[in-house]
C-alpha cells in the first residue's frame, strides 16, 4: 500500500507538475489536492510533469484537509521549521520505515505538503500524527515544493527492496581468471627482463610485485588482459623494429 | 573536505540556479561547470538559485572535463541508464559513505552530472573511477538536473552527522509527571462514580484501566493535563448547572 501524496492549497500549478514528475520517478502515484489556487490540469502543469501527466488527470481535489485524509489511518505533516506542537517529528528515512510498517499492518498513510511560501498552517499540521522535518543545512533550508516532495518519496522508495549499494557493471565481458593475469604477468617479465627494466636484481621481486598489485586491483576482464598483452606486445615489436631499422 | 558538484555542458542556465539552491540546501559550496551553453550568471540562473547565488559567482568554469577534475583524488560520474563500461555502479547512499572516507583520508572527491537531454557521454565517464546511479522507477527514472543533484548532494548531508530519527517537540512545555496523571485520573474517576457512568460495577476496574491506558499512551505535557481537569470540570458544572435549572 502506497502512501499518498497531499498537497495543501499549492498556488503554482508548475509545481503540482514537477510533484508528479517527482512521485513516478520513486514510483508514487497517488496524488491528492487540497483548495489549487492554480488549475491543475493547466497546460504548465503538464508540461512540467515531463510525462507523468497520468498522476495529475488521477488526482482527487478537495476543499479542507479533513475531507482529504479522511480514509487515512496516519497522516505525516511536512514542516521545515520547529511548530512547538506536542508530536513527534521525524527525519524522511524514518518516516518511509514507518510507512512501509504501516501498510504491512494494512494502515494507509498519507503525507501533507504546504503551499509554496508559507508552508503548512498549524491547524493542518495539528491533523497529522506525526511531523517529518528534513534535516537541511540549517542556515539555508528552504526546499522547493517538488524537491520536498522529491525526498520524501525518494526515502520510500529506498525503503523497499533495497538496490545493491555496490555492483560491477561489466557487460557481456566476462573477469579475468587468475590464470589469464599470471599469463600476463609471466609475458610482462619476460619482457621487462629483456629490455634490462630491471637494473639492480635485488629489487626485481619486489618491483615485480608492486606491478602486480597494480594490475590485480584493476579487477580486470579477459578482454582487457588480451589488451594489456597486446600493448606490450606492440611497444617490444615496435622497439625491435626500430633497432632492425635505426634510421626509421 | 567537502566535494565538489561539476556540471559538465548545461544547457540552461536556470537548472545551474537551482542546482546551487539543492547543493546550499545540502551544505555544498563548490561548483564547477564545463562549457555551459548559456551565461550561468544570467538573470534567470539568479532568480532559480534562490538566494543561493554566491555558489554562481563563485563557480569555477573550464572547457575541458579534464580540465574541472585534474585536482581531485576520485571522481564519481551520474549516469541513470547503464553504460557497459568495467566501473564500480554504487548509490548515491554508498557514494556519501566513500566520499565522506576518502575525505577523512585527505582526498578530494567531485561529482559530475550530465546535461540535461542526454547525460553524460561515455568519454566523461570513463574519466571517473565510480558510477552513481540513484535507484528509481525503472518505467520513469528520469530525473531533472536539480533533482539528481539533489539526491547526491543529500545523501552526502544525511551521511554526516546523523539527525535523530525521531524526537518529541514540546516547545517549553515540559512532559507530566506520573502524579500530575493521576491526580487527573483521581478527578475524573471521581466525576465518572459521580454521575453514574459505571454502570456495572464489575467492569469498573477495567474501564478505568483502559481509560488510564488511552491517556497514558498520548504521553501528555503538564499544561494538557491541566486542560483536561478543565474538561471534565466544565463538563460537569454544565450538568450541574442545567440540573439546577432545568428551564434554561
Same mark, same amino acid.
Request: aromatic residues 4%.
Given at each position: 500500500m502506497k502512501p499518498a501524496v497531499i498537497l495543501i492549497r499549492?498556488?503554482?500549478?508548475?509545481?503540482?507538475? +514537477?510533484?508528479?514528475?517527482?512521485? %513516478? #520517478?520513486? $514510483?508514487?502515484?497517488? /496524488?491528492?489536492?487540497?483548495?489549487?489556487?492554480?488549475?491543475?490540469?493547466?497546460?504548465?502543469?503538464?508540461?512540467?510533469?515531463?510525462?507523468?501527466?497520468?498522476?495529475?488527470?488521477?488526482?482527487?481535489?478537495?476543499?479542507?484537509?479533513?475531507?482529504?485524509?479522511?480514509?487515512?489511518?496516519?497522516?505525516?505533516?511536512?514542516?521545515?521549521?520547529?511548530?512547538?506542537?506536542?508530536?513527534?517529528?521525524?527525519?524522511?528515512?524514518?518516516?518511509?520505515?514507518?510507512?512501509?510498517?504501516?501498510?504491512?499492518?494494512?494502515?494507509?498513510?498519507?503525507?501533507?505538503?504546504?503551499?509554496?511560501?508559507?508552508?503548512?498552517?498549524?491547524?493542518?499540521?495539528?491533523?497529522?500524527? +506525526?511531523?517529518?522535518?528534513?534535516? %537541511? #543545512?540549517? $542556515?539555508?533550508?528552504? /526546499?522547493?515544493?517538488a524537491q520536498c516532495v522529491l525526498i520524501v518519496a525518494y526515502e520510500w522508495f529506498q525503503s523497499g527492496e533495497p538496490a545493491e549499494p555496490v555492483a560491477m557493471t561489466k557487460g557481456a565481458q566476462p573477469p579475468a581468471s587468475k590464470k589469464d593475469l599470471v599469463g600476463f604477468f609471466d609475458h610482462l617479465r619476460r619482457e621487462l627482463d629483456d629490455c634490462g627494466f630491471f637494473r639492480v636484481d635485488d629489487k626485481r621481486p619486489t618491483m615485480m610485485r608492486n606491478i602486480r598489485n597494480m594490475f590485480e586491483r584493476a579487477d580486470l576482464t579477459v578482454q582487457e588482459v588480451r589488451t594489456l598483452h597486446g600493448i606490450v606486445h606492440e611497444l617490444v615489436t615496435h622497439r625491435q623494429r626500430k633497432a632492425a631499422s635505426p634510421q626509421d
Open positions: 499549492p498556488q503554482l500549478s508548475e509545481n503540482i507538475g +514537477t510533484t508528479c514528475r517527482a512521485m %513516478l #520517478n520513486c $514510483d508514487l502515484t497517488e /496524488l491528492r489536492i487540497v483548495a489549487p489556487r492554480e488549475n491543475w490540469l493547466s497546460d504548465k502543469a503538464v508540461a512540467a510533469s515531463s510525462g507523468a501527466d497520468a498522476l495529475l488527470h488521477s488526482a482527487q481535489v478537495f476543499e479542507r484537509t479533513e475531507d482529504a485524509i479522511a480514509d487515512l489511518h496516519r497522516v505525516y505533516a511536512t514542516t521545515g521549521r520547529n511548530r512547538y506542537m506536542v508530536k513527534p517529528v521525524v527525519t524522511p528515512r524514518r518516516a518511509a520505515e514507518e510507512i512501509r510498517a504501516h501498510a504491512k499492518d494494512g494502515l494507509k498513510c498519507g503525507v501533507l505538503f504546504g503551499p509554496e511560501r508559507t508552508g503548512l498552517e498549524n491547524d493542518d499540521v495539528s491533523l497529522a500524527d +506525526t511531523v517529518v522535518t528534513v534535516p %537541511l #543545512n540549517p $542556515d539555508y533550508c528552504s /526546499l522547493n515544493l
